[in-house]
């Protein structure tokens, strides 16, 4: 007697075969897997400039080499009252990088390790001379020698700091291109052009040889740059002369043709604002514990801050509360701690704000779990309907791979409702609504909170042992920033609202197979998916009700990901219960090289760009779960699911529902 031939969409369901796809999908993966992680961290800090940055330079190494002062060491070192530390230094400890003069003994030979190029009357290109000292070096010598020590090229994980320009601007400094302010007050406009052209040459430089990061701030050689009150509560005459205005307004000019030279040669950096804070602080003195703002009384009364010892200061705790350290102008510790702040604000609020567009990614594989766990394992009557619902909460935790600060646990959690259709022995259909929310830390302190509503189509195949799912889905979000700064010893918090949407489209695969063990049937296959998505982020701009100046202005963001699995998953029937586990390996098919375009709101300057955070691309997934059959036509469900090996991430968390047929 013949066979019937089974009907050829059975046939072709058999040769559909599952294991192809999972080899197709295992390749895949591992050839993914050898591309190189695009991650980077910062790396160091470097710094070149004058004594608005020098660390102790000449400390180790005499300043002259000539004249009276011929091999005479400073006492200090520092352009800072002692007891407290340069905002070079402050800023490396927020970074946990340890920042140290590059001088030696010998003025050819660099200190291993030091990343401290600065020195105390350096000029932009000017190299030093018996009037400054032998041994200042202009900028454009101490970045030669930085890169003579690279073999030419700049270490692209660092930050670099160009703080260069007030001794070629101070209306004494002689030779070279001259005074800024020409005799009978008139700017120097021709002289200042040259001056930020050659500041510009000394960041093109910095690119060229690989340096990504790159801080210029604008110049504030004496307060008062864009404030006449915060000019008189320096000391100075309360009614500036015309002289004195002429010189303002040739700094602020000196400022915008820098930094304009710079962002024309497509150049990216970090516009730093000093001027802009030291006349805040200079007007707010009281916030940050400052009781003397007045240059002719500073901390080191009439020692030069270079030389000042913890005896020459006025009181024992003068660095705390004198905004200068000498007559010349250096700032004292204080003030130095609160550029250092502000600086590290400007570089790390980037990479906390990319995770706006990084934490949904999160949330919504979660909630396409969730989908998944709701499809029957098998299909009933034709027309059957089922209605379920299901919830998740979860722990993630969030080291930001730029800066390296860990975000804390952030706790996502959410709510499902879903109802679907069975087509046909082998189709079912539905619909469902997700409403979402999460409380992300932010490593600095605050935090942002997003909530999400979500609506999805799902459908799912079966036949024998091959099954096939797919769950699309759109989101829209809300997002409230609260960013907290620390500012010296205030805390700022910058506020912002702002909305966002995430579409997906999940695929899952898989083989079952089934092994009768007496008393209980397991059930195990191999499973293979994918999940993709975009998330978009509108563009902010944060608030403060106190200085302001740490709020910022962040552009919008996009990010893609597409997440395959490649995994085994088994279960086991004992009646009323069905305990299950599937364990999978993850890979991130799209490059995370994403930056955040970032604006000061505070001065107009050029925006600049610095990476967002970029979580490993590889990482394993694990589920065990217990399914318990109410009646016929209830079941419920509890899982706990983990997320281990991902780089700065890692997640565990748990889910429960119901799911009724009619």
């Known amino acids: 007697m013949r066979t019937a031939k089974k009907p050829r969409h059975e046939n072709s369901a058999r040769r559909f075969t599952p294991f192809v796809a999972a080899r ?76 140290t003069t590059t001088a030696t003994a010998n003025a050819n030979i660099l200190a291993p390790g030091g990343n401290n190029f600065a020195a105390g009357n350096a000029r932009i290109n000017l190299a030093g001379d018996a009037n400054i000292g032998e041994n200042a070096w202009s900028t454009q010598q101490q970045i030669n020698a930085y890169l003579l020590s690279t073999g030419g090229r700049a270490d692209p994980g660092a930050v ?40 510009s040459d000394l960041a093109a430089t910095l690119q060229a040889a690989g340096a990504k990061y790159i801080l210029v701030p604008n110049m504030a050689s004496a307060p008062g740059t864009r404030n006449s009150a915060a000019w008189a509560a320096a000391g100075f ?14 700094l602020n000019f000196y400022n915008q043709t820098t930094w304009n030279n710079i962002s024309s040669r497509g150049i990216n950096f970090v516009p730093l604002d000093f001027a802009g804070l030291g006349d805040y602080v200079l007007l707010n003195a009281t916030r940050f514990g400052i009781t003397n703002t007045n240059i002719a009384t500073p901390a080191c009364g009439a020692v ?52 706006l567009a990084e934490v949904p990614l999160k949330t919504r594989a979660s909630m396409v779990e969730t989908f998944r766990t709701n499809i029957p394992l098998k299909f009933g009557s034709v027309g059957e309907r089922h209605t379920w619902v299901g919830g998740d909460a979860a722990q993630l935790k969030v080291t930001n791979s730029f800066t390296g600060i860990n975000s804390g646990l952030q706790t996502p959690a959410a709510l499902t409702i879903g109802t679907d259709y069975q087509l046909s022995h082998r189709w079912l259909v539905g619909v469902g609504a997700t409403s979402s929310t999460v409380r992300q830390p932010l490593g600095l302190g605050g935090k942002f909170e997003q909530t999400e509503t979500v609506a999805s189509l799902y459908a799912a195949f079966r036949n024998e042992g091959v099954f096939f799912n797919t769950i699309a889905s759109a989101g829209n979000m809300t997002n409230t920033i609260r960013r907290q700064v ?76 597409a997440v395959t699995e490649l995994g085994y998953q088994a279960s086991i029937d004992l009646g009323m219960w069905r305990p299950f586990v599937k364990v999978s390996a993850n890979h991130e098919l799209a490059e995370n090289n994403r930056v955040i375009t970032t604006s000061l709101t505070t001065v107009a300057a050029p925006s600049y760009t610095m990476p967002a955070s970029q979580p ?23 899982t ?16 429960a529902g119901i799911n009724l047929a009619f």
Request: with cysteine; aromatic share 10%.
């Open 24 to 99: 197709f999908f295992l390749l895949f993966t591992l050839a993914l897997s050898a591309l190189p992680a695009s991650a980077q961290k910062v790396s160091n800090l470097i710094f070149f400039g004058d004594s608005n940055t020098d660390s102790g330079r000449y400390a180790i190494l005499p300043q002259y080499t000539t004249g009276p002062n011929a091999g005479v060491l400073n006492l200090h070192g520092a352009y800072t009252t002692p007891g407290g530390f340069m905002w070079s230094e402050y800023l490396g400890k927020s970074f946990g990088i340890t920042v």
């Open 160 to 199: 670099y700091i160009l703080n260069i320009g007030t001794n070629d601007l101070k209306p004494t400094t002689t030779g070279g291109l001259g005074n800024v302010v020409n005799p009978g007050g008139v700017s120097n406009f021709a002289g200042l052009r040259t001056l930020a052209q050659q500041t």
């Open 237 to 250: 005459p309360a009614a500036v002369g015309p002289f004195d205005q002429t010189w303002i307004n040739s």
């Open 304 to 355: 030069a801050a270079v030389d000042c010892r913890l005896a020459d200061l006025v009181t024992p705790n003068a660095m705390n509360t004198h905004f200068f350290a000498d007559t010349i102008g250096h700032l004292a510790s204080v003030a130095q701690k609160i550029e250092a702040d502000y600086v590290y604000n400007l570089v790390v609020a980037p990479s906390e704000i990319s995770l």
């Open 486 to 561: 620390n500012l010296g010893i205030t805390t700022e918090y910058n506020q912002a609202d702002n909305k966002g949407s995430n579409l997906s489209l999940a695929l899952q695969a898989g083989f079952n197979s089934e092994a009768d063990l007496h008393k209980a049937i397991l059930t195990h296959g191999p499973v293979a998916g994918i999940l993709a998505q975009r998330v978009r982020i509108d563009g902010l701009t944060e608030t403060n009700s106190g200085s302001g100046y740490t709020a910022l202005s962040f552009a919008g963001q996009t990010r893609w990901s």
């Open 616 to 638: 490993g691309r590889d990482w394993i997934s694990s589920t065990i779960g217990l399914r318990a059959r109410l009646s016929r036509d209830a079941t419920a469900y509890a």
């Open 640 to 655: 706990l699911n983990t997320q281990n090996g991902q780089r700065n991430m890692g997640s565990y968390g748990a889910s």
